[in-house]
C-alpha cells in the first residue's frame, strides 16, 4: 500500500514554512477514486503514515475490484494498483508562487517528478485554467487532477523511453479520465498544453472550423501538415514563411468574424470550407492509388457552396491582386467587406499563403467545370497539382537550407508529399529548373 | 531579425512594490505595418541577492536544456498577447510577496523563501515574434523550440521600496 500525501510543509532556511496542499490533493485522488463520477468512494480515505509524520497513507480497496471494462474502471483500477504497489509513490500538492530548481514558474512547468516524488500544481494555473491538445486539433480544458493523473501515469510506468514516447504513455492513460469526465480526449502525439482556457486562438480556419462539422477534417490535414509535410526541412521551412504571412492579418481577420457574424459564416461558406475540400483534392492527387477519381469528385462535390457569389474564382484573384471591385462590397455586409478589404491589403504580399491556401481553392474552383466527367475532372486535377506544385514559392526555404542540400531538400519534400509516382515525376521535372537556377519561379 | 520585430518598444509605465507584492506594468507598442505577437506570461524567475536584481522572462529564451531529464517533460506553450499594426497593450507583471524556489541538495528537496520586496532592480525579458509559438511535432524537441521563439525584448527598471511614490506616477515612464 504505497501512495502517500505530503502533509507537512517545508522549513525553509530562514525558518519559515514552505506550505503544502494536502486537502487539494486529496480531493484529486477522490475524484479518481471515484472514476470521475464525483460520487462517494467509501472505500477511499487516508490514515497517518506509520513511521514518517510528513506523509499520510491512501487508503483505497474498492469492493469488488473496478476491473478495465470501462474508462472509469480503468481510472479506478489505475488508483487501486498505485496504493497496492509494493514501492512508494509521494504526491505532493504545490500553490501558484512556487518555482522550480531553475526558475521556471508553474505556468510554465506544472508539475516536477523527483524520483518517486511528484510535485504538482494544485493551483490550476493560479486559477487560469489549463488547456491541452484535443484529438480534434482544437485547445481543451483540463485541470488540476487531470495532471496528476498523467503524472502518476508516468510514477506507474517508470518508463526511461524518449519524450514522444514516455508523453504519448501518459496521455493515453489520461484519456480514460478525461473520457470518464467526458471531456474530449487529448492527442497523443501533441505534447502541447499552455495556461489559460480557453486561450486567445486568433487562426481563421480554427476559429470557424471550431466545433463544426467539417473539424475533423481539419484535424486530418492538420496532421497531414505537421506529421509529413513539417516533418522535412523544406516543409518546415515552407511553413514557417507560410505562418508568418498568415499571422499578420489572420487575427484581424479573426476580429471581424468575432463582431460580425455574418462575416464568419460567409469566410466560412466561402472560403474555409472550400479550403478543407480543396486541400483534400490536392492530397488525393498526391497520394494517387485505385480511387483517386471517386474521392476527387466527392470532394469537388462536397465543396460546392450554393451561398458562395457566382464570380467567386475571379473575387479571389482580385483580391491576389489587391484588388476588391467597389460593386461587390457594396452588396456585402459591412463585416465580409471588412475582412475582403483586410485580404487585399495582405494578399498581395503573402506568396507562400496564396499558394498554399488561396491558389487551392481557384483549382476546386475549375475543377467544379467538369461535374459529371470525372475521367476529366482527374485529369485536369492531376495537370492542376502539376502546374501547381511548379509554381510553389521556394525563394525562402531555398535561403533557409545550406545551398548545397538544396536538390535534396526539395526531393525530400516531394518524397513526403507525393507518393503517387507518375505524378512525383511530372513535379520533380516541373521543379527541376528552378533547383538548377536556384531562384523561384 | 526581422525589421518588423525591431519596430517594438516597451517601457513601463508603473512599477511599485505593496503589502501584495510587487507590480509592473509594461507599455508594449507595436510600430510596425503588421500584427505581432508577444509573450506574457511568467515562465522564469531569476533571483539574485547580491545585486538586488529580479530577473523576470516571459519567454524561454537562453534556457534550453537537456529534454532527456525527467523534470523537462510537460513543458507548456507560452502565452501571446496579439498586438495589431500601430496598437499597443499594457502587460500587467503582478508577482506575490513570497516565492518558494525548489533546490535539491542530492536527494533532500528544499525551498527557498524569496521575498520579492528585497528585489528593486527588475530586469524583464520577453520575446516578440511575427507568429504566436507553434509546436512543430515532428522538428527539434520542445525546449529547444520554446528556447527559439521570437526575438528578444528587454526592459530593465527600479522599483520603488514600499511606502516610496511610484513610478510612472510622479517620475514619469522609465526606460
Known amino acids: 500500500m504505497a501512495l502517500h500525501i505530503r502533509e507537512v510543509g517545508y522549513e525553509t532556511a530562514s525558518g519559515a514554512t514552505y506550505p503544502v496542499r494536502p486537502d487539494e490533493v486529496r480531493a484529486h485522488l477522490m475524484i479518481l477514486a471515484s472514476g470521475g463520477t464525483m460520487d462517494l468512494a467509501p472505500s477511499f480515505g487516508d490514515e497517518p503514515l506509520a513511521g514518517d509524520s510528513d506523509y499520510s497513507l491512501v487508503l483505497y480497496s474498492p469492493e469488488p475490484p473496478p476491473g478495465t471494462a470501462t474508462a472509469a474502471d480503468r481510472v479506478r483500477n489505475r488508483l487501486l494498483e498505485l496504493v497496492s504497489r509494493a514501492n512508494a509513490y509521494q504526491i505532493v500538492g504545490v500553490s501558484g508562487d512556487t518555482i522550480w530548481t531553475d526558475g521556471r514558474t508553474v505556468e510554465a512547468q506544472p508539475a516536477f517528478a523527483l524520483g518517486s516524488t511528484v510535485f504538482y500544481d494544485t493551483s490550476n494555473c493560479n486559477g487560469n485554467g489549463r488547456w491541452i491538445r484535443g484529438v480534434n486539433g482544437e485547445e481543451e480544458c483540463t485541470n488540476s487532477v487531470g495532471m496528476l493523473y498523467h503524472e502518476l501515469a508516468h510514477s506507474y510506468h517508470n518508463n526511461p523511453g524518449g519524450v514522444a514516447e514516455v508523453e504519448a504513455q501518459a496521455i493515453t492513460d489520461e484519456n480514460d479520465l478525461r473520457e470518464a469526465l467526458g471531456l474530449v480526449l487529448r492527442d497523443p502525439e501533441r505534447i502541447e498544453g499552455g495556461c489559460g482556457c480557453p486561450s486567445d486562438d486568433c487562426c481563421i480556419v480554427a476559429s470557424v472550423a471550431l466545433g463544426s462539422p467539417f473539424a475533423r477534417e481539419i484535424q486530418a490535414l492538420r496532421r497531414f501538415r505537421d506529421h509529413v509535410v513539417r516533418s522535412t526541412e523544406g516543409g518546415r521551412a515552407f511553413f514557417d514563411a507560410l505562418h508568418r504571412e498568415y499571422y499578420a492579418f489572420s487575427v484581424d481577420v479573426c476580429r471581424v468574424m468575432v463582431l460580425h457574424p455574418q462575416a464568419r459564416s460567409n469566410v466560412e461558406v466561402w472560403l474555409v470550407r472550400p479550403l478543407a475540400d480543396s486541400l483534400q483534392i490536392l492530397r488525393a492527387c498526391a497520394a494517387g492509388g485505385a480511387e483517386l477519381q471517386s474521392k476527387i469528385e466527392s470532394h469537388v462535390l462536397s465543396g460546392q457552396q450554393p451561398a458562395a457569389p457566382a464570380d467567386l474564382e475571379s473575387l479571389i484573384l482580385e483580391l491576389c491582386e489587391g484588388r476588391v471591385r467597389g460593386d461587390i462590397l457594396e452588396t456585402l455586409d459591412e463585416g465580409t467587406a471588412e475582412v475582403l478589404r483586410i485580404l487585399s491589403l495582405w494578399l498581395p504580399h503573402s506568396p507562400h499563403v496564396v499558394w498554399g491556401l488561396i491558389r487551392p481553392l481557384t483549382i476546386r474552383l475549375k475543377l467544379a467545370g467538369y461535374v459529371g466527367d470525372g475521367e476529366k475532372m482527374t485529369r485536369v486535377a492531376l495537370e492542376q497539382f502539376s502546374s501547381w506544385m511548379s509554381q510553389m514559392p521556394i525563394d525562402y526555404v531555398r535561403d533557409a537550407t545550406s545551398a548545397e542540400n538544396w536538390g535534396v531538400t526539395l526531393d525530400t519534400l516531394l518524397d513526403a508529399v507525393v507518393t503517387n509516382e507518375s505524378l512525383r515525376q511530372s513535379c520533380a521535372h516541373a521543379l527541376a529548373a528552378e533547383k538548377e537556377q536556384g531562384t523561384g519561379p | ?175
Not at chain 2, 131 to 147: I, K, V
Request: charged share 25%; hydrophobic share 40%; net charge negative.
Open chain 2, 1 to 175: 531579425m526581422s525589421e518588423a520585430l525591431e519596430a517594438v518598444t516597451a517601457n513601463a509605465t508603473r512599477a511599485w512594490h505593496d503589502d501584495t507584492g510587487m507590480h509592473v506594468r509594461l507599455r508594449i507598442v507595436n510600430h510596425s505595418d503588421r500584427t505581432l505577437f508577444v509573450g506574457r506570461g511568467k515562465r522564469r524567475l531569476q533571483f539574485d541577492a547580491d545585486a538586488s536584481l529580479l530577473t523576470v522572462w516571459l519567454c524561454d529564451h537562453e534556457l534550453e536544456e537537456s529534454i532527456g531529464q525527467r523534470c523537462a517533460i510537460g513543458l507548456t506553450m507560452p502565452s501571446a498577447v496579439a498586438l495589431g499594426a500601430g496598437t499597443e497593450v499594457e502587460l500587467s507583471i503582478d508577482l506575490p510577496t513570497k516565492i518558494f524556489q525548489m533546490q535539491l541538495d542530492g536527494d533532500q528537496v528544499k525551498f527557498i523563501e524569496r521575498t520579492t520586496s528585497e528585489y528593486r532592480n527588475i530586469s524583464l525579458r520577453s520575446a516578440v515574434a511575427e507568429t504566436p509559438f507553434y509546436y512543430s511535432p515532428r522538428g527539434e524537441p520542445l525546449a529547444q523550440q520554446l528556447c527559439r521563439w521570437g526575438a528578444p525584448l528587454k526592459v530593465e527598471l527600479a522599483v520603488p521600496a514600499k511606502g516610496e511614490p511610484q513610478l510612472g506616477h510622479s517620475e514619469g515612464p522609465c526606460q
